[in-house]
T-cell receptor
Framework: DGGITQSPKYLFRKEGQNVTLSCEQN?????MYWYRQDPGQGLRLIYY???????QKGDIAEGYSVSREKKESFPLTVTSAQKNPTAFYLC????????????FGQGTRLTVV | AQSVTQLGSHVSVSEGALVLLRCNYS??????LFWYVQYPNQGLQLLLK??????LVKGINGFEAEFKKSETSFHLTKPSAHMSDAAEYFC????????????FGTGTSLTVIP
């Protein structure tokens, strides 16, 4: 079945550590996105990529980094520079045409302990 | 820039009653519009989308939405609420004017009262 897979579902991080969230899709989509979700704030765009080896900062990129070495994969690293990383992280992918929808993974809940 | 406004962060309806979730967009050109549903600790699932083929769009689970250009609105409705409809709902807009990014509203939490 085609879809988008995020792992792990739950992740705990100690302060000062970097962690990487995985996102893989087999939908043959060119565009991929990372969103952060906090209660009452909807989805905020962290980074997006419309093609392999290229990505752009979203609205809240500080403290995060990404790579897009393969079309199928778009991992997100939460660095120690992110001051408040506890949140629900959602990865999505889509075709690049504006009349097409985004497909979402099941999310990763990151907690700093 | 694109923006989406969802009026009412929390909506409560009785089981069997009409569901109405409001979404207004701002765009200099007619955008493409989407409604998504999210259940706790899960990703977003597409309910329906407007892509200019028809102003009244039917989606999954009995939901529908009507695109009204004059009101810049895309409200989501369902004639009769079911307990399983309790979830968070997000309206989103996408436009070629802004690099085809998705812009999401802040969401509306729907509670269904038995």
């Amino acid at each position: 079945d085609g879809g988008i897979t995020q792992s792990p579902k739950y992740l705990f991080r100690k302060e000062g550590q970097n962690v990487t969230l995985s996102c893989e899709q087999n939908l043959n989509h060119d565009a991929m996105y990372w969103y952060r979700q906090d209660p009452g704030q909807g989805l905020r765009l962290i980074y997006y990529s419309q093609i392999v080896n290229d990505f752009q900062k979203g609205d809240i990129a500080e403290g995060y980094s990404v790579s897009r070495e393969k079309k199928e994969s778009f991992p997100l690293t939460v660095t120690s520079a992110q001051k408040n990383p506890t949140a629900f992280y959602l990865c999505a992918s889509s075709l690049t045409g504006p009349n097409t929808e985004a497909f979402f993974g099941q999310g990763t809940r990151l907690t700093v302990v | 820039a694109q923006s989406v406004t969802q009026l009412g962060s929390h909506v409560s309806v009785s089981e069997g009653a009409l569901v109405l979730l409001r979404c207004n967009y701002s765009s200099s050109v007619p955008p493409y519009l989407f409604w998504y549903v999210q259940y706790p600790n899960q990703g977003l699932q597409l309910l329906l989308k407007y892509t200019s083929a028809a102003t009244l769009v039917k989606g999954i689970n009995g939901f529908e939405a009507e695109f009204k250009k004059s009101e810049t609105s895309f409200h989501l409705t369902k004639p009769s609420a079911h307990m399983s409809d309790a979830a968070e709902y997000f309206c989103a807009v996408r436009s070629p004017n802004t690099g085809n990014q998705f812009y999401f509203g802040t969401g509306t939490s729907l509670t269904v009262i038995p």
